[in-house]
């Protein structure tokens, strides 16, 4: 019997927090193993496995630069989609992205098997936390707690594994999904259906919400019951559930304030009040050019502020007018390209001190779920109410906003077009396409004017339920896994 390619392995976390450690993520030496029964003989050992998993999330794998954890997802759904724009080659990173043939090569350290990695070792190590928590000594509140965020985050995992490697959900229910563990295993499983995936995100969301509610989470990067309410919100959308995603949005955002213009020009680079959930990378630890920031923030001495820049379509840039606040972090095209950056430079992530990586990453802010409850709402004719939220966000962006439409199809496009420019670079572009069968569209012509260098970006247009769309199992998983054959393998 073959072994699967992500494999059970013993947690090595007794000496991983959130704030200090040399060692790789997952380091399998013998010397620096300990064994699951010392890890989870109490709550303490648990938070430190637990700090383990959310320092993966951030940290730079294979010594690539394009992989770091969540946002490195986020930068390649973005670069898949048509409203973020690279001008240039520049030193290559995304570039394959850009075009479309990342997702399509299934080396273990391509785009596509990297995430099967990165998720799948998410997974496997909150199902360790998950199936040995309750036999700990400890407060049985802390338990919970534990047990909350290990569910949530598998079940963050499995909606971006079945979102990767299939088509959206709705007429795709019974499709092949990703292979589904509930427990730590190194036998494999095959693909199942989307529909089985969808399930079990929702039963771990549902059963981490109950474990959560009420409780105050350590720290930034750790996931509350809010943040589930968030995820859920996130994964109704997508499942076309829009009574369910009005209702988790709400809740999610209830008492939390769209941020102030003043934080909204500050970077993005900074926990505030409005974010439900982000990760807090210390400078000591920050990944410098194999980060975010390096990638998406034009100001900074990484990969787009040294020429790979990052821009904004023109066809968002005009649809602000300049009374919105989002409008001054882009920079303003002039004759020549000759203004302080690049024509339509993204000015929206930058580092919160000159001379340091200190950063924080943003997942999740209350503005999202506006904009989720929003379309919800609409979709299920309350559009008054639609209305009434919509307002309620892009005020704050730019006071003299009235909502355009107030139904039907005009409305949802106006919501549509909110999310697009609220929700720039933040990794959505690629789950709302996706989700509203919308094909790619990248207009063409010079960057300079806002617009993509077909050349460099190679795939102008693409029915967004291609085939080729798919992210593609790695090769190891099919070699080594006895329930997944080439036949199981994405066009």
């Not at 724009?85 to 785009?111: E, F």
Request: aromatic content about 10%.
């Amino acid at each position: 019997m073959k072994n699967i390619f992500i494999k059970a392995l013993p947690f090595a976390f007794a000496v991983m927090t959130l704030t200090g450690c040399e060692k790789e993520y997952l380091e399998t030496s013998p010397a620096s193993q300990v064994p699951n029964e010392q890890v989870f003989a109490t709550t303490n050992g648990a938070t430190v496995a637990l700090n383990g998993i959310y320092r993966s999330m951030w940290t730079s794998w294979d010594s690539n630069h394009d992989t770091f954890g969540q946002k490195a997802v986020d930068v390649s759904m973005d670069m898949l989609g048509a409203d973020v724009i690279t001008p240039v080659r520049g030193y290559g990173w995304y570039v394959n992205d850009y075009n479309h043939s990342a997702i399509t090569t299934t080396t273990a350290t391509s785009r596509s098997g990297w995430a099967w990695r990165y998720y799948y070792r998410i997974i496997n190590n909150s199902n360790l936390i998950i199936n040995n928590i309750d036999k700990a000594t400890g407060d049985p509140a802390r338990k919970d707690y534990i047990k909350g965020n290990a569910l949530a985050l598998r079940a963050h995992s499995y909606f971006y594994l079945i979102n990767l490697f299939q088509h959206t959900y709705k007429g795709h229910e019974n499709e092949p999904g990703v292979p589904l563990y509930t427990e730590p295993t190194t036998v494999g499983k095959g693909r199942g259906t989307v529909q089985e995936v969808y399930d079990q995100i929702i039963a771990d969301l549902k059963a981490a919400e109950t474990l959560l509610e009420g409780k105050t989470k350590d720290h930034v990067s750790h996931i509350n019951a809010r943040t589930v309410k968030g995820i859920y919100a996130r994964v109704a959308l997508q499942m076309e559930d829009y009574a369910t995603a009005a209702t988790k949005a709400n809740e999610a955002r209830t008492g939390l304030a769209p941020m102030s213009a003043s934080t909204y020009q500050a970077g993005f680079g900074k926990y505030n009040t409005e974010w439900m959930w982000g990760l807090e990378i210390p400078n000591d630890q920050a990944t410098i050019y194999a980060s975010f920031f390096s990638h998406m923030s034009n100001t900074a001495a990484g990969y787009a502020g040294l020429g790979s820049q990052k821009l904004m379509l023109k066809n968002l840039y005009d649809a602000m007018p300049a009374t919105d606040v989002r409008k001054s972090l882009v920079q303003t095209p002039v004759a020549d390209n000759k203004g302080t950056y690049y024509n339509y430079s993204s000015l929206k992530f930058r580092l919160p001190a000159s001379g340091s990586w200190a950063a924080d990453y943003v997942l999740m802010r209350a503005a999202e779920m506006y904009l989720i409850e929003a379309e919800a709402l609409a979709k299920t004719n309350r559009e008054p109410e639609a209305v009434a939220v919509l307002e309620a966000l892009v005020k704050v962006r730019n006071s003299a906003y009235v909502a355009p439409a107030t139904s039907g199809s005009a409305l949802l496009e106006e919501i549509y077009l909110q999310r697009r420019l609220e929700l720039w670079g933040e990794g959505f572009s690629l789950l709302d396409l996706k989700r509203l069968k919308r094909d790619i569209v990248r207009p063409t012509g010079l960057p300079r004017e806002g617009l993509h260098n077909a050349t460099l970006a190679t795939v102008v247009e693409r029915d967004i339920e291609d085939p080729k769309m798919l992210f593609r199992i790695p090769q190891d998983e099919i070699d080594t896994n006895d329930e997944i054959d080439p036949a199981d393998q994405n066009p």
